[in-house]
């Protein structure tokens, strides 16, 4: 946790978990820093005017000075969340809470593993849909293949040389071209000393997604 306190570094910590948290629905986000840091971020939400992907913008000091008092309780309920319409949105949100209610939590800064950690997870299932909408079948079989072990180059080119024969739209491709995506979304790596290619804890993770998600390893190349 920050051993600095007050609204300066509170509201410096607003910024960096909008900055991290991009891709999750900007009123999840507010709600759940609002939670954790209850009693600092309450006394900035009325100052918001805007919250998304580029930032916060605040009304300035003095005309937040020109406004009537009235306390943090009733500044936070004006701020209230819209209401979710969509039904399979609404009830995600049910789910969450009551998944958020069963647990025992001791402070503060347990909540903030908590949420933080739920938020990554469903990051990263994310980051492995969008891997699946453009992963050729024959790549995630040669994923399988190594999660068995690891394979040598030399093997790999001949395990290549049949998948081009079975894939015409490959017959331009090197070994390299084929295996690019896979590096590039972290699912394979290439053990220089051994001189053989591995699967990585993502392409692990990847594979774990495809069984959980029923989805089929026959795409077309």
Same mark, same amino acid.
């Given at each position: 946790?920050?051993?600095?306190?007050?609204?300066?570094?509170?509201?410096?910590?607003?910024?960096?978990?909008?900055?991290?948290?991009?891709?999750?629905?900007?009123?999840?986000?507010?709600?759940?820093?609002?939670?954790?840091?209850?009693?600092?971020?309450?006394?900035?939400?009325?100052?918001?005017?805007?919250?998304?992907?580029?930032?916060?913008?605040?009304?300035?000091?003095?005309?937040?000075?020109? =406004?009537?008092?009235?306390?943090? +309780?009733? @500044?936070?309920?004006?701020?209230?969340?819209?209401?979710?319409?969509?039904?399979?949105?609404?009830?995600?949100?049910?789910?969450?809470?009551?998944? %958020?209610?069963?647990?025992?939590?001791?402070?503060?800064?347990?909540?903030?593993?908590?949420?933080?950690?739920? =938020?990554?997870?469903?990051? %990263?299932?994310?980051?492995?849909?969008? &891997?699946?909408?453009?992963?050729?079948?024959?790549?995630?079989?040669?994923?399988?293949?190594?999660?068995?072990?690891? &394979?040598?180059?030399?093997?790999?080119?001949?395990?290549?040389?049949?998948?081009?024969?079975?894939?015409?739209?490959?017959?331009?491709?090197?070994?390299?071209?084929?295996?690019?995506?896979?590096?590039?979304?972290? %699912?394979? +790596?290439?053990?220089?000393?051994?001189?053989?290619?591995? &699967?990585?804890?993502?392409?692990?993770?990847?594979?774990?997604?495809?069984?959980?998600?029923?989805?089929?390893? @026959?795409?077309?190349?």
């Amino acid at each position: 946790m920050v051993a600095e306190s007050g609204p300066a570094v509170w509201f410096q910590l607003v910024e960096v978990f909008a900055d991290v948290l991009k891709a999750v629905a900007w009123p999840f986000v507010v709600f759940f820093v609002a939670l954790i840091f209850s009693k600092d971020v309450k006394a900035l939400l009325p100052r918001i005017n805007k919250l998304g992907p580029s930032g916060v913008e605040l009304e300035s000091l003095n005309k937040q000075k020109s =406004l009537p008092k009235v306390s943090s +309780e009733e @500044n936070f309920a004006k701020r209230e969340l819209d209401e979710i319409r969509d039904p399979v949105a609404k009830r995600f949100e049910e789910e969450n809470f009551r998944a %958020l209610n069963s647990l025992e939590i001791d402070d503060q800064f347990d909540l903030e593993k908590i949420l933080v950690r739920s =938020l990554t997870l469903q990051q %990263l299932q994310k980051h492995l849909a969008i &891997i699946y909408a453009n992963i050729f079948g024959s790549q995630i079989r040669a994923l399988k293949e190594l999660n068995i072990a690891p &394979i040598s180059r030399a093997k790999a080119a001949t395990m290549y040389s049949e998948v081009k024969e079975e894939e015409p739209a490959l017959k331009d491709w090197d070994l390299d071209e084929y295996l690019n995506y896979l590096f590039a979304w972290d %699912l394979i +790596e290439f053990d220089e000393e051994h001189g053989e290619f591995r &699967i990585t804890e993502t392409g692990k993770s990847f594979l774990h997604f495809l069984v959980l998600s029923g989805l089929s390893e @026959n795409r077309v190349n």
